[in-house]
């Protein structure tokens, strides 16, 4: 199906009260009187935004379920206006925080990840959305710590960590990796490129999320 170049389904989950968002966005609503488009929850406690910019690309905030922070993308619009369906995923956990396409198949999608969520908030010990942003407000888990370095060191000894450094004959990264632990999370650089990403130890979902990483993606 090739769906209407200048409209799609946009959709996220609230990460307040856990309700699906979800609004049409057309590239006139964007390129009009203003060049932002607001899916707000009813609860009145998130919202995601979509910017067209002057380089034709969009750039979307999109409320986390599992961070305590929004996470920003840039998506061209061939890819926003033109797939059946597509997903943004949080770049920490790989769980799908937002969605974008044909009407039908974003609300599958959104009944998808709801019931991966929910099996995730099970396995986590957290039975409702505000004790998620109780556990944001707390002082960091040692435990979820441990729980994050574990996974760090399964996917170093993997070769499962990506950098810029050029990949080895065997397909495994060329990086040296140094591990620093902050107050808000665990940083992984590269000593070689200088790619790093910081991996959040504020959540209980969070951690338990990132259990489940294939890779780790360095910037």
Known sequence: M???????????????????????VSLFSLTGSADMVKLKCTCGKSEMTVV?????????????????????????SQ??????????????TDLNIAMTGEINQVKAELARSEL??????EKSGVKDFDRIHAEEQALPDPQITEIVMFV?????????????????????GDGSYDVEVRDDGILVRCSKCGASRLIPTDS????????????????
Do not use: W
């Open 2 to 24: 090739i769906l209407d170049a200048k409209q799609t389904t946009a959709a996220y989950r609230c990460p307040h009260c856990g309700g699906g968002v979800m609004s049409a």
């Open 52 to 76: 067209y910019g002057q380089d034709g690309k969009l750039r979307l905030t999109v409320p986390c379920l599992a961070c305590a922070k929004p996470h920003t993308f840039t998506v061209s």
């Open 79 to 92: 890819i926003f206006f033109g797939k059946d369906l597509f997903v943004l995923p949080c770049p920490y």
């Open 116 to 121: 991966e969520l929910l099996d995730l908030m």
């Open 152 to 172: 760090i060191r399964d996917l170093d000894a993997e070769g499962k960590i990506h950098c810029k450094c050029a990949p080895r004959a065997n397909g495994d």
């Open 204 to 219: 209980g979902l969070s951690a338990h999320a990132f259990l489940n990483a294939d890779a780790l993606y360095l910037e």
